[in-house]
Protein backbone atom coordinates (compact mmCIF):
# COMPACT_ATOMS: atom_id res chain seq x y z
CA UNK A 1 0.00 0.00 0.00
CA UNK A 2 1.53 3.73 -1.01
CA UNK A 3 0.88 7.07 0.35
CA UNK A 4 -0.16 10.18 -1.56
CA UNK A 5 2.85 11.31 -1.57
CA UNK A 6 4.39 8.16 -3.03
CA UNK A 7 6.25 7.07 0.32
CA UNK A 8 5.68 3.06 0.60
CA UNK A 9 4.00 2.04 3.44
CA UNK A 10 3.51 -1.75 4.68
CA UNK A 11 -0.60 -3.09 4.93
CA UNK A 12 -2.25 -1.88 8.37
CA UNK A 13 -3.55 -4.16 10.52
CA UNK A 14 -6.23 -1.95 11.53
CA UNK A 15 -7.41 -0.90 15.05
CA UNK A 16 -10.80 -1.24 16.00
CA UNK A 17 -13.00 0.04 19.19
CA UNK A 18 -16.80 0.24 19.90
CA UNK A 19 -17.55 3.56 19.77
CA UNK A 20 -20.65 4.18 22.63
CA UNK A 21 -21.89 6.35 25.04
CA UNK A 22 -23.98 6.22 28.28
CA UNK A 23 -27.40 7.25 26.66
CA UNK A 24 -29.52 5.56 24.24
CA UNK A 25 -28.97 5.92 20.72
CA UNK A 26 -25.68 7.81 21.01
CA UNK A 27 -25.15 9.04 17.06
CA UNK A 28 -28.05 7.72 16.08
CA UNK A 29 -30.75 9.39 17.73
CA UNK A 30 -34.40 7.68 18.13
CA UNK A 31 -33.18 4.65 17.16
CA UNK A 32 -34.44 3.49 20.49
CA UNK A 33 -38.01 3.07 19.02
CA UNK A 34 -35.84 0.52 16.78
CA UNK A 35 -37.65 -2.89 18.20
CA UNK A 36 -33.95 -4.70 17.99
CA UNK A 37 -32.58 -1.91 19.81
CA UNK A 38 -31.06 -1.94 23.68
CA UNK A 39 -29.03 0.98 23.77
CA UNK A 40 -31.81 1.94 26.47
CA UNK A 41 -30.45 -0.40 28.94
CA UNK A 42 -27.78 1.75 29.57
CA UNK A 43 -28.74 2.23 33.14
CA UNK A 44 -28.15 -1.76 33.18
CA UNK A 45 -24.36 -2.75 34.34
CA UNK A 46 -25.10 -6.54 33.25
CA UNK A 47 -25.88 -4.75 29.78
CA UNK A 48 -22.32 -3.43 29.84
CA UNK A 49 -20.59 -6.04 30.96
CA UNK A 50 -22.38 -8.31 28.18
CA UNK A 51 -20.94 -5.77 25.48
CA UNK A 52 -17.63 -6.23 26.46
CA UNK A 53 -16.97 -9.43 26.91
CA UNK A 54 -18.91 -9.91 23.23
CA UNK A 55 -16.55 -7.56 21.96
CA UNK A 56 -13.23 -8.65 23.82
CA UNK A 57 -14.16 -12.20 21.97
CA UNK A 58 -13.95 -10.63 19.22
CA UNK A 59 -10.58 -8.92 19.99
CA UNK A 60 -11.74 -5.75 19.78
CA UNK A 61 -8.87 -3.26 20.84
CA UNK A 62 -11.16 -0.85 23.04
CA UNK A 63 -14.55 0.17 23.63
CA UNK A 64 -14.25 4.07 23.27
CA UNK A 65 -16.82 5.94 25.79
CA UNK A 66 -17.87 9.54 24.49
CA UNK A 67 -19.63 12.27 26.76
CA UNK A 68 -20.85 15.56 27.73
CA UNK A 69 -21.57 17.45 30.52
CA UNK A 70 -24.47 19.43 28.88
CA UNK A 71 -27.52 19.04 26.81
CA UNK A 72 -27.94 19.82 23.10
CA UNK A 73 -30.07 23.36 23.49
CA UNK A 74 -29.52 25.22 20.25
CA UNK A 75 -32.36 23.81 18.21
CA UNK A 76 -35.16 25.64 18.15
CA UNK A 77 -33.23 27.64 20.94
CA UNK A 78 -32.13 29.66 22.59
CA UNK A 79 -31.52 26.71 25.31
CA UNK A 80 -34.22 24.80 24.36
CA UNK A 81 -33.59 21.38 25.63
CA UNK A 82 -37.24 19.83 24.68
CA UNK A 83 -36.32 18.25 21.24
CA UNK A 84 -33.21 16.41 22.86
CA UNK A 85 -35.36 15.12 25.85
CA UNK A 86 -38.50 14.09 23.98
CA UNK A 87 -36.07 12.10 21.22
CA UNK A 88 -33.28 11.13 23.98
CA UNK A 89 -30.67 12.27 21.78
CA UNK A 90 -27.90 11.88 24.06
CA UNK A 91 -30.31 13.01 27.12
CA UNK A 92 -30.08 11.39 29.40
CA UNK A 93 -26.41 10.26 29.61
CA UNK A 94 -24.49 8.58 32.83
CA UNK A 95 -21.15 9.30 33.82
CA UNK A 96 -19.06 6.90 31.99
CA UNK A 97 -15.77 6.09 33.88
CA UNK A 98 -17.99 4.80 36.64
CA UNK A 99 -18.58 1.72 34.57
CA UNK A 100 -15.42 0.34 33.48
CA UNK A 101 -14.24 -1.46 36.74
CA UNK A 102 -17.38 -3.71 36.23
CA UNK A 103 -16.27 -4.18 32.32
CA UNK A 104 -12.74 -4.83 33.40
CA UNK A 105 -13.76 -7.43 36.45
CA UNK A 106 -15.54 -9.13 33.72
CA UNK A 107 -12.81 -9.39 30.75
CA UNK A 108 -8.91 -9.49 30.89
CA UNK A 109 -7.76 -8.01 27.20
CA UNK A 110 -10.01 -5.15 25.97
CA UNK A 111 -8.91 -1.65 26.41
CA UNK A 112 -11.61 1.79 27.55
CA UNK A 113 -10.78 4.72 26.53
CA UNK A 114 -13.28 7.22 28.69
CA UNK A 115 -14.03 11.09 27.63
CA UNK A 116 -13.61 13.22 30.27
CA UNK A 117 -13.01 17.26 29.75
CA UNK A 118 -10.42 19.25 31.13
CA UNK A 119 -12.71 22.87 31.57
CA UNK A 120 -14.06 21.37 34.47
CA UNK A 121 -12.46 19.71 36.88
CA UNK A 122 -9.05 19.83 39.31
CA UNK A 123 -6.20 17.97 37.47
CA UNK A 124 -5.26 16.73 41.22
CA UNK A 125 -8.94 15.15 41.40
CA UNK A 126 -8.78 13.92 37.95
CA UNK A 127 -5.62 12.01 38.23
CA UNK A 128 -6.29 10.27 41.36
CA UNK A 129 -9.83 9.02 39.66
CA UNK A 130 -7.88 7.88 36.07
CA UNK A 131 -5.05 6.08 38.48
CA UNK A 132 -7.59 4.21 40.68
CA UNK A 133 -9.51 3.00 37.29
CA UNK A 134 -5.80 2.23 35.95
CA UNK A 135 -5.18 0.05 38.60
CA UNK A 136 -8.93 -1.92 39.23
CA UNK A 137 -8.31 -2.77 34.62
CA UNK A 138 -4.66 -4.16 35.42
CA UNK A 139 -3.74 -1.15 32.98
CA UNK A 140 -6.70 -0.64 30.62
CA UNK A 141 -7.67 2.60 30.35
CA UNK A 142 -7.51 5.40 28.07
CA UNK A 143 -7.99 9.07 28.28
CA UNK A 144 -9.88 10.58 25.88
CA UNK A 145 -9.06 14.26 26.43
CA UNK A 146 -11.34 17.01 25.45
CA UNK A 147 -12.05 21.10 26.23
CA UNK A 148 -15.97 20.83 26.20
CA UNK A 149 -18.24 22.16 23.45
CA UNK A 150 -21.22 22.66 25.18
CA UNK A 151 -22.52 26.07 26.55
CA UNK A 152 -25.10 24.18 28.42
CA UNK A 153 -22.24 22.45 30.67
CA UNK A 154 -20.54 25.77 31.43
CA UNK A 155 -23.39 27.49 33.01
CA UNK A 156 -23.97 24.50 35.29
CA UNK A 157 -20.27 24.23 36.12
CA UNK A 158 -19.76 27.91 37.59
CA UNK A 159 -19.22 29.59 33.79
CA UNK A 160 -21.73 31.84 32.31
CA UNK A 161 -20.23 30.11 29.14
CA UNK A 162 -17.74 28.60 27.84
CA UNK A 163 -14.10 30.24 28.17
CA UNK A 164 -13.28 30.84 24.44
CA UNK A 165 -11.97 28.01 22.66
CA UNK A 166 -7.91 28.49 22.17
CA UNK A 167 -8.49 29.85 26.19
CA UNK A 168 -9.57 26.03 26.79
CA UNK A 169 -6.49 25.06 24.98
CA UNK A 170 -4.50 26.67 26.86
CA UNK A 171 -5.69 25.29 30.14
CA UNK A 172 -5.96 21.81 28.82
CA UNK A 173 -1.53 22.05 27.76
CA UNK A 174 -1.36 23.45 31.16
CA UNK A 175 -3.54 20.89 33.07
CA UNK A 176 -2.10 17.65 31.12
CA UNK A 177 1.53 18.71 32.34
CA UNK A 178 0.05 18.59 35.69
CA UNK A 179 -1.18 15.07 35.17
CA UNK A 180 2.41 14.24 33.81
CA UNK A 181 4.06 15.27 37.15
CA UNK A 182 1.53 13.65 39.51
CA UNK A 183 1.83 10.49 37.30
CA UNK A 184 5.27 10.00 36.05
CA UNK A 185 7.28 12.66 38.43
CA UNK A 186 5.85 12.12 41.83
CA UNK A 187 6.66 8.56 42.45
CA UNK A 188 9.68 6.63 41.55
CA UNK A 189 8.71 3.11 40.07
CA UNK A 190 9.79 1.20 42.91
CA UNK A 191 8.58 3.51 45.87
CA UNK A 192 5.48 0.72 47.46
CA UNK A 193 8.05 -1.76 49.13
CA UNK A 194 5.85 -3.51 51.36
CA UNK A 195 8.62 -4.60 53.88
CA UNK A 196 7.26 -6.04 56.36
CA UNK A 197 10.11 -6.71 58.54
CA UNK A 198 10.53 -3.18 58.74
CA UNK A 199 7.30 -1.70 58.64
CA UNK A 200 7.53 0.24 55.70
CA UNK A 201 4.92 0.61 53.33
CA UNK A 202 6.45 3.16 51.09
CA UNK A 203 9.70 4.28 51.07
CA UNK A 204 9.41 8.25 51.75
CA UNK A 205 12.55 9.13 50.17
CA UNK A 206 10.95 7.66 46.30
CA UNK A 207 7.80 10.47 46.88
CA UNK A 208 7.53 14.00 46.39
CA UNK A 209 6.19 17.51 45.76
CA UNK A 210 5.38 18.31 42.61
CA UNK A 211 5.58 22.13 43.52
CA UNK A 212 3.58 23.06 40.32
CA UNK A 213 2.63 26.70 40.10
CA UNK A 214 1.20 27.80 36.64
CA UNK A 215 -1.33 30.47 35.15
CA UNK A 216 -4.04 28.44 36.07
CA UNK A 217 -3.01 25.71 38.38
CA UNK A 218 -1.07 25.31 41.48
CA UNK A 219 -0.42 21.60 43.05
CA UNK A 220 1.87 21.07 45.27
CA UNK A 221 1.41 17.43 45.39
CA UNK A 222 2.27 14.80 45.99
CA UNK A 223 -0.22 12.29 43.67
CA UNK A 224 -2.37 10.99 46.28
CA UNK A 225 -2.05 7.08 44.37
CA UNK A 226 0.90 4.78 43.92
CA UNK A 227 1.84 4.47 40.54
CA UNK A 228 -0.55 2.61 38.30
CA UNK A 229 0.61 -0.52 35.82
CA UNK A 230 0.54 2.47 32.66
CA UNK A 231 0.90 5.43 35.03
CA UNK A 232 -0.38 7.78 32.20
CA UNK A 233 -3.66 5.90 30.52
CA UNK A 234 -3.14 5.85 26.96
CA UNK A 235 -3.90 9.72 25.51
CA UNK A 236 -6.70 9.56 23.34
CA UNK A 237 -7.71 12.93 21.69
CA UNK A 238 -10.05 14.74 19.24
CA UNK A 239 -9.74 17.95 17.44
CA UNK A 240 -9.36 19.76 14.21
CA UNK A 241 -9.01 23.40 15.38
CA UNK A 242 -5.59 24.94 14.91
CA UNK A 243 -5.18 25.15 18.26
CA UNK A 244 -6.54 21.21 18.29
CA UNK A 245 -3.94 20.08 16.15
CA UNK A 246 -1.14 21.37 17.75
CA UNK A 247 -1.93 19.45 21.26
CA UNK A 248 -3.02 16.48 19.31
CA UNK A 249 0.83 16.59 17.70
CA UNK A 250 2.45 16.76 21.14
CA UNK A 251 0.21 14.74 23.13
CA UNK A 252 -1.96 11.87 21.87
CA UNK A 253 -1.83 8.74 20.54
CA UNK A 254 -4.59 8.24 19.06
CA UNK A 255 -6.66 10.51 17.60
CA UNK A 256 -10.24 10.26 16.68
CA UNK A 257 -11.32 11.70 13.53
CA UNK A 258 -14.64 12.29 12.05
CA UNK A 259 -15.69 12.93 8.37
CA UNK A 260 -18.32 11.85 5.52
CA UNK A 261 -15.37 10.70 3.78
CA UNK A 262 -11.78 10.28 3.01
CA UNK A 263 -10.96 13.98 1.57
CA UNK A 264 -12.49 15.46 4.46
CA UNK A 265 -10.28 14.34 6.93
CA UNK A 266 -6.63 13.59 5.12
CA UNK A 267 -5.09 17.07 5.20
CA UNK A 268 -5.64 17.36 8.74
CA UNK A 269 -4.22 13.81 9.33
CA UNK A 270 -1.04 14.65 7.42
CA UNK A 271 -0.78 18.10 9.37
CA UNK A 272 -0.64 16.52 12.63
CA UNK A 273 1.59 14.11 11.12
CA UNK A 274 3.66 16.80 9.97
CA UNK A 275 3.73 18.70 12.94
CA UNK A 276 4.51 15.76 15.47
CA UNK A 277 7.53 15.33 13.35
CA UNK A 278 9.18 18.70 12.52
CA UNK A 279 7.74 20.60 16.02
CA UNK A 280 7.73 17.88 18.75
CA UNK A 281 9.94 15.21 17.43
CA UNK A 282 7.47 12.30 18.03
CA UNK A 283 7.56 9.18 15.31
CA UNK A 284 4.46 10.29 13.00
CA UNK A 285 3.70 7.12 12.61
CA UNK A 286 3.63 6.52 16.24
CA UNK A 287 0.40 8.63 16.03
CA UNK A 288 -2.62 6.14 15.35
CA UNK A 289 -6.06 7.79 13.24
CA UNK A 290 -9.23 6.98 14.00
CA UNK A 291 -12.35 7.11 11.78
CA UNK A 292 -15.88 7.42 13.18
CA UNK A 293 -17.68 4.66 10.84
CA UNK A 294 -20.69 3.36 11.18
CA UNK A 295 -21.27 0.26 8.74
CA UNK A 296 -24.82 -0.98 8.27
CA UNK A 297 -23.91 -4.85 6.61
CA UNK A 298 -26.25 -7.63 5.00
CA UNK A 299 -25.45 -10.84 3.77
CA UNK A 300 -26.69 -9.05 0.03
CA UNK A 301 -26.54 -5.50 -0.83
CA UNK A 302 -30.53 -5.83 -0.49
CA UNK A 303 -30.82 -6.95 2.82
CA UNK A 304 -28.24 -3.76 3.53
CA UNK A 305 -29.93 -1.69 2.04
CA UNK A 306 -33.55 -2.80 3.96
CA UNK A 307 -31.92 -2.12 7.36
CA UNK A 308 -31.01 0.94 6.87
CA UNK A 309 -34.39 2.37 5.31
CA UNK A 310 -35.50 0.25 8.78
CA UNK A 311 -33.58 2.49 10.71
CA UNK A 312 -33.76 5.81 9.14
CA UNK A 313 -37.87 5.08 9.61
CA UNK A 314 -36.58 4.70 13.19
CA UNK A 315 -34.49 7.92 13.45
CA UNK A 316 -35.71 11.24 15.10
CA UNK A 317 -35.69 14.20 12.72
CA UNK A 318 -35.78 16.55 15.95
CA UNK A 319 -32.96 14.52 17.82
CA UNK A 320 -30.77 14.87 14.54
CA UNK A 321 -31.21 18.31 14.69
CA UNK A 322 -30.97 19.01 18.40
CA UNK A 323 -27.15 16.91 17.86
CA UNK A 324 -26.29 18.93 14.84
CA UNK A 325 -27.02 22.18 16.83
CA UNK A 326 -25.20 21.01 19.82
CA UNK A 327 -22.03 19.87 17.65
CA UNK A 328 -22.07 23.17 15.60
CA UNK A 329 -23.93 25.72 17.05
CA UNK A 330 -25.97 26.07 14.57
CA UNK A 331 -29.89 26.31 14.78
CA UNK A 332 -31.69 24.98 11.47
CA UNK A 333 -34.57 25.78 12.83
CA UNK A 334 -34.46 29.11 11.40
CA UNK A 335 -34.58 27.76 7.62
CA UNK A 336 -37.89 26.28 5.65
CA UNK A 337 -38.29 22.78 5.46
CA UNK A 338 -37.78 22.91 1.88
CA UNK A 339 -35.02 25.91 1.69
CA UNK A 340 -31.72 24.68 0.04
CA UNK A 341 -28.89 24.69 2.38
CA UNK A 342 -26.30 25.09 0.02
CA UNK A 343 -27.76 29.06 -0.60
CA UNK A 344 -27.95 30.27 3.10
CA UNK A 345 -25.22 32.86 4.10
CA UNK A 346 -23.81 30.67 7.10
CA UNK A 347 -20.32 29.63 5.60
CA UNK A 348 -20.41 26.72 8.57
CA UNK A 349 -23.50 25.39 7.04
CA UNK A 350 -22.47 25.60 3.53
CA UNK A 351 -19.11 24.28 4.00
CA UNK A 352 -20.67 21.22 6.20
CA UNK A 353 -23.40 20.29 2.98
CA UNK A 354 -20.85 20.57 0.43
CA UNK A 355 -18.85 18.20 2.25
CA UNK A 356 -21.91 15.78 2.59
CA UNK A 357 -22.71 16.65 -0.96
CA UNK A 358 -19.30 15.39 -1.84
CA UNK A 359 -19.46 12.05 -0.11
CA UNK A 360 -23.00 11.31 -1.20
CA UNK A 361 -24.22 12.56 -4.40
CA UNK A 362 -27.42 10.82 -5.04
CA UNK A 363 -29.16 13.66 -2.92
CA UNK A 364 -30.39 15.94 -4.97
CA UNK A 365 -31.14 18.63 -2.69
CA UNK A 366 -29.77 19.52 0.81
CA UNK A 367 -32.56 21.09 2.99
CA UNK A 368 -32.72 20.68 7.04
CA UNK A 369 -34.77 17.08 6.72
CA UNK A 370 -32.29 15.20 4.60
CA UNK A 371 -29.34 16.94 7.02
CA UNK A 372 -31.46 15.37 9.70
CA UNK A 373 -32.28 12.09 8.28
CA UNK A 374 -28.57 11.94 7.30
CA UNK A 375 -27.56 12.30 11.29
CA UNK A 376 -29.93 9.79 12.50
CA UNK A 377 -27.80 6.65 10.99
CA UNK A 378 -24.26 7.48 12.17
CA UNK A 379 -24.19 11.53 13.06
CA UNK A 380 -22.00 13.08 11.59
CA UNK A 381 -18.89 10.40 10.82
CA UNK A 382 -19.34 7.95 7.17
CA UNK A 383 -22.24 5.65 7.05
CA UNK A 384 -21.31 2.91 4.86
CA UNK A 385 -24.45 0.20 3.60
CA UNK A 386 -23.63 -3.16 2.24
CA UNK A 387 -22.11 -6.51 2.27
CA UNK A 388 -19.27 -7.42 4.48
CA UNK A 389 -16.55 -6.96 0.61
CA UNK A 390 -18.43 -3.67 0.03
CA UNK A 391 -17.85 -2.52 3.76
CA UNK A 392 -14.32 -3.78 3.51
CA UNK A 393 -13.67 -2.12 0.51
CA UNK A 394 -14.92 1.35 2.13
CA UNK A 395 -12.54 1.01 4.69
CA UNK A 396 -9.64 -0.42 2.94
CA UNK A 397 -10.08 3.13 0.68
CA UNK A 398 -10.09 5.31 4.09
CA UNK A 399 -6.65 4.09 5.03
CA UNK A 400 -5.53 4.74 1.55
CA UNK A 401 -6.73 8.18 0.58
CA UNK A 402 -7.09 9.23 4.36
CA UNK A 403 -4.05 7.21 5.81
CA UNK A 404 -6.56 6.71 9.08
CA UNK A 405 -5.35 3.34 11.08
CA UNK A 406 -8.01 2.42 12.32
CA UNK A 407 -11.78 2.90 12.89
CA UNK A 408 -14.69 3.48 15.94
CA UNK A 409 -17.03 1.71 14.93
CA UNK A 410 -20.56 3.48 15.74
CA UNK A 411 -23.91 1.53 16.01
CA UNK A 412 -27.32 1.78 14.59
CA UNK A 413 -29.06 -0.36 16.87
CA UNK A 414 -27.16 -2.15 19.93
CA UNK A 415 -25.78 -4.35 20.35
CA UNK A 416 -27.18 -6.06 17.08
CA UNK A 417 -24.94 -3.35 14.96
CA UNK A 418 -21.48 -4.88 16.53
CA UNK A 419 -22.91 -8.43 16.29
CA UNK A 420 -23.36 -7.72 12.56
CA UNK A 421 -19.85 -6.20 12.42
CA UNK A 422 -18.48 -9.25 14.19
CA UNK A 423 -20.30 -11.77 12.68
CA UNK A 424 -19.95 -10.59 8.94
CA UNK A 425 -17.19 -7.60 8.74
CA UNK A 426 -14.33 -8.78 10.85
CA UNK A 427 -14.10 -12.19 8.66
CA UNK A 428 -14.08 -10.99 5.94
CA UNK A 429 -10.92 -7.91 7.49
CA UNK A 430 -8.93 -10.98 8.60
CA UNK A 431 -9.11 -12.80 5.19
CA UNK A 432 -7.45 -9.50 4.19
CA UNK A 433 -4.93 -9.08 6.47
CA UNK A 434 -6.69 -6.49 8.37
CA UNK A 435 -7.39 -7.26 11.56
CA UNK A 436 -5.56 -9.45 14.04
CA UNK A 437 -6.50 -12.62 14.75
CA UNK A 438 -6.13 -12.27 18.94
CA UNK A 439 -4.34 -9.77 21.49
CA UNK A 440 -0.63 -9.26 21.04
CA UNK A 441 0.02 -8.86 24.38
CA UNK A 442 -2.70 -11.34 26.63
CA UNK A 443 -3.92 -9.88 29.99
CA UNK A 444 -1.73 -6.84 28.57
CA UNK A 445 -2.30 -2.79 29.01
CA UNK A 446 -4.41 -0.86 27.11
CA UNK A 447 -1.54 0.87 25.21
CA UNK A 448 0.59 -2.90 24.66
CA UNK A 449 -2.20 -3.94 22.70
CA UNK A 450 -2.79 -0.63 20.73
CA UNK A 451 1.05 -0.78 19.63
CA UNK A 452 1.38 -4.52 19.96
CA UNK A 453 4.51 -4.47 21.93
CA UNK A 454 4.87 -6.49 25.21
CA UNK A 455 6.34 -4.12 27.54
CA UNK A 456 5.18 -0.84 26.22
CA UNK A 457 3.10 0.07 29.22
CA UNK A 458 4.14 3.42 29.63
CA UNK A 459 4.04 6.32 26.64
CA UNK A 460 6.94 6.00 24.01
CA UNK A 461 10.17 7.49 24.53
CA UNK A 462 9.44 10.23 22.27
CA UNK A 463 6.46 11.27 23.79
CA UNK A 464 6.43 14.19 26.37
CA UNK A 465 4.95 12.29 28.81
CA UNK A 466 8.10 10.12 29.02
CA UNK A 467 10.39 12.53 30.01
CA UNK A 468 8.44 12.99 33.61
CA UNK A 469 9.12 9.36 34.38
CA UNK A 470 10.44 8.47 37.77
CA UNK A 471 12.64 5.64 36.75
CA UNK A 472 13.74 2.75 39.83
CA UNK A 473 17.05 3.12 41.64
CA UNK A 474 17.63 6.81 40.48
CA UNK A 475 17.74 9.57 43.47
CA UNK A 476 15.66 12.74 43.48
CA UNK A 477 18.38 15.03 43.14
CA UNK A 478 19.25 13.11 39.86
CA UNK A 479 15.27 13.48 38.69
CA UNK A 480 14.38 16.63 37.92
CA UNK A 481 10.89 17.38 37.46
CA UNK A 482 10.33 19.21 33.74
CA UNK A 483 8.40 21.78 34.07
Known amino acids: MASTNGEARPRKSLIINAFVMMCSGHQSPGLWQHPDDESWRFNDVEHWVELAKTLEAAKFHGIFIADVLGGYDVYKGPRNLEPAIVSGAQ ?3 NEPLAVVPAMAAATENIGF ?7 YEQPYHLARRLSTVDHLTKGRLGWNIVTGYLDSAARNLG ?6 HDDRYAIAEEYVKVTYKLWESSWRD ?17 VR ?3 HVGKYYTVPGPHICQPSPQRTPLILQAGTSKAGKAFAAQHAEAIFVAGHSPATVAGNIAEIREL ?6 RDPRSLKFLALFCPVLGRTEEEALEKFAQYRKAGSIDGALALFGGWTGIDLSKYGDDEELRHVESNAIRSAVEGWSRASPGVAKWTKTTVAQHITVGGLGATAVGTPEQIADELERWVAEADVDGFNFAYAIKPGSFHDIIELL ?3 LRKRGLFWDDYAVKKGTYRENFYGKKGQTGPPEDHPAAKYRWKAG ?6 KIPE
Open 91 to 93: WPV
Open 426 to 428: LPE
Open 474 to 479: VDAKDH
Open 276 to 281: AKSKFG
Open 113 to 119: GVTVATT
Open 190 to 206: DAVVLDRERGVYTEPSR
Open 159 to 164: HGQQPQ
Open 209 to 211: EIN
